[in-house]
């Protein structure tokens, strides 16, 4: 029944497809989130982890030594951290600092290593409290948790809860779609005002994701996305604006559907610091083909990059429609044994380049999904992931490109910014250094793999090509 289900919603990700393709898509995103030196961020790193979800202290089961093995073998400059509702308000009204000073910790491993986090409020399937056991779902505290004593029965495919009268409840309630509990969704904000006030300030924290795959419960599309979901990311903005007028706050679509390619019905919200709109667009990608197993070869490879050319313009037209708001590809990832798997890892990766979309795989957790083993075996996907990029642009980037052994890209300098430009270099592919046209080097990191250039004194567009050093 459920791959019915899912293959006709495939059918109509590939009709899109197919009628996306009849219609222009928007140009390629040209906003990216900037760090306060002002330079464009090209984001790329993981989701760290799932692991957060069930674990009584709310954090990762991840250590500093794993941050610097993910910095040593991949260059990542960026991780979309899980948070949770029910660790930062774990009683109504009342925040936990000895929580926030956990993630402040964490968050302090990645300002030590040069890089930008975002702080992502993760749900999944409204709450851990929507069972007994405690095993299924994670995000709301039970207090907020009202599934009105409908059942929650048991099931083998963790997704098949959303479709549970008691998860349904509970989601209704939580949107006020049973007009019984306005106060949940001020609680949510007034959560992220707490999380906001502990983070003002900090330069390495750039973004906050407001919701992790927003679901409507009753109310599905455009109705849901349009409606509740736009107000409550409105009431959250605002809330946190009160006390963090600087930090970027990231919009999501309901994951049902659009993470299968079909367009989504978010609105633009009013973001209420002075000056630019800091308002990003955070979709996820995971193709239906892929969920059910078909991987990248084939048939199921041809419905995948149908799915993919949906999705691109459907996301250009959202990000364009709330704003012109850059994008960070929030989530993709897969079981890497799959076959074609690494070569739909590298089209991802293409399409998000040129849609100018940070990255943050998912996740940065041991197993066929992610870089090591359960043992800490390199697994495939650290070679895969290994590229060279531009890390931070002292300019307006236009283009970009690169290969295990290549990296070309252009950009208008903005000459009032006085740090310099930061590429990665891998060391399986750029032993001895690089050899660079277009800029000049200012400094070379073999132990950081960073690469620090200045642009040539213009107002042109440049065009930087680095090639490993002989
Ligand atoms: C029916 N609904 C509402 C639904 C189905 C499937 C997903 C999903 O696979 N999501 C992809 C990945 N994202 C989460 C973490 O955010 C992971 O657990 C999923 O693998 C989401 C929602």
Redesign the pocket.
């Given at each position: 029944m459920r791959v019915l289900a899912l293959a006709a919603v495939g059918a109509l990700v590939l009709a899109g497809g197919i009628g996306a393709a009849l219609r222009a898509d928007p140009a390629p995103s040209t906003a990216y989130l900037t760090d306060d030196a002002g330079r464009a961020l090209i984001l790329n790193g993981f989701n760290t982890a799932?692991s957060a979800k069930s674990t009584p202290d709310g954090m990762p089961t991840f250590t500093e030594a794993d941050l610097d093995r993910e910095h040593a073998d991949m260059g990542t400059n960026f991780v979309r951290f899980l948070i949770s509702w029910r660790s930062v308000e774990p009683e109504p009204g009342v925040y936990s600092q000895e929580y926030l000073d956990r993630v402040a910790e964490r968050v302090g491993w990645y300002a030590d290593r040069g890089y930008s986090v975002m702080l992502d409020m993760?749900q999944?399937l409204y709450s851990s409290a929507i069972t007994p056991s405690g095993q299924n779902g994670n995000g709301a505290p039970a207090w907020a948790t009202y599934l009105d004593d409908l059942p929650v029965g048991d099931n083998d495919m963790w997704?098949m809860y959303?479709l549970e009268p008691g998860v349904i409840r509970a989601f209704d309630n939580f949107w006020n779609t049973t007009g019984k509990h306005p106060e949940l969704t001020d609680h949510y904000a007034n959560a992220w005002r707490a999380v906001a006030e502990r983070f003002a300030g900090n330069p390495a924290v750039v973004a906050y994701d407001l919701m992790?795959?927003p679901?409507g419960g009753t109310l599905q599309g455009p109705v849901f996305e349009a409606g509740p979901l736009t107000a409550l990311y409105q009431k959250t903005s605002d809330a946190i604006r009160e006390v963090d007028r600087d930090t970027w706050v990231c919009v999501a679509p309901q994951?049902?559907g659009t993470?299968w390619g079909t367009p989504s019905g978010l609105r633009p919200i009013d973001d209420a610091r002075d000056g630019e709109q800091r308002v990003a667009y955070c979709p996820?990608i995971?193709p239906l083909p892929m969920?059910l197993g078909g991987g990248y070869t084939g048939n199921s490879r041809t419905q995948v990059d149908a799915t993919i050319d949906a999705w691109r313009g459907n996301v250009l037209r959202t990000a364009k429609d709330l704003g012109t708001a850059p994008i960070i590809l929030g989530?993709f990832g897969l079981d890497t044994t799959l076959h074609g798997a690494l070569d739909y890892v590298d089209r991802i990766y293409d399409t998000a380049r040129d849609m100018g979309a940070g990255v943050s795989y998912?996740a940065r957790d041991p197993g066929p999904w992610g870089p090591y083993e359960e043992d800490g075996t390199e697994r495939n996907l650290v070679a895969a992931l290994d590229e060279p990029y531009p890390r931070a642009i002292a300019g307006q980037p236009t283009r970009w490109s690169a290969d295990a052994d290549r990296l070309e890209f252009a950009y208008l300098p903005n000459l009032s910014i006085t740090a310099p430009t930061e590429v990665y270099l891998p060391a399986r592919t750029f032993p001895n250094g690089a050899d660079v046209d277009g800029a000049h080097v200012a400094n070379w990191n073999p132990d950081a793999r960073i690469l620090t250039l200045r642009a040539p004194a213009t107002r042109q567009e440049v065009t930087v090509s680095v090639t490993p050093r002989g």
């Open positions: 799932s993760h999944d997704e959303y992790n795959e679901y994951a049902m993470n996820h995971y969920d989530e998912w």
